[in-house]
Nanobody, 123 residues
Framework: QVQLVESGGGLVQAGGSLRLSCAAS????????MAWFRQAPGKEREIVAC????????YYADSVKGRFTISRDNAKNTMYLQMNSLKPEDTAVYYC????????????????WGQGTQVTVSS
């Protein structure tokens, strides 16, 4: 079982920034496609961004494009999400996910999940 642990969430005013981290166990991190999802109360879990195993390919949801940046450091077994120009609608629990074989925008394509970290943006 792969363990994923998110950190970096918290409270921030609209327009502010946060940097989320996802630390992964094991020695095969560099082979996983990775993603960030988020879920607000009463809403379905939605893709935020995903990144290929090498970090060479990324995808962003339209709602965060231009404001968020996904990255990874395979030497540290860690993935990041830099969130700038935060809006109240970004408030959600943010989850880290890993795909052994493949990973796309559909959460069903991911095999491992972290516990989530709360991000709250006040207006």
């Amino acid at each position: 079982q792969v363990q994923l642990v998110e950190s970096g969430g918290g409270l921030v005013q609209a327009g502010g920034s946060l940097r989320l981290s996802c630390a992964a166990s094991g020695r095969t991190f560099s082979s996983y496609n990775m993603a960030w999802f988020r879920q607000a109360p009463g809403k379905e879990r939605e893709i935020v961004a995903c990144i290929s195993s090498s970090g060479g390919s990324t995808y962003y949801a339209d709602s965060v494009k231009g404001r968020f940046t996904i990255s990874r450091d395979n030497a540290k077994n860690t993935m990041y999400l830099q969130m700038n120009s935060l809006k109240p609608e970004d408030t959600a629990v943010y989850y880290c996910a890993a795909a052994i074989i493949r990973g796309y925008g559909d959460q069903a394509t991911y095999d491992y999940w972290g516990q989530g970290t709360q991000v709250t943006v006040s207006s």
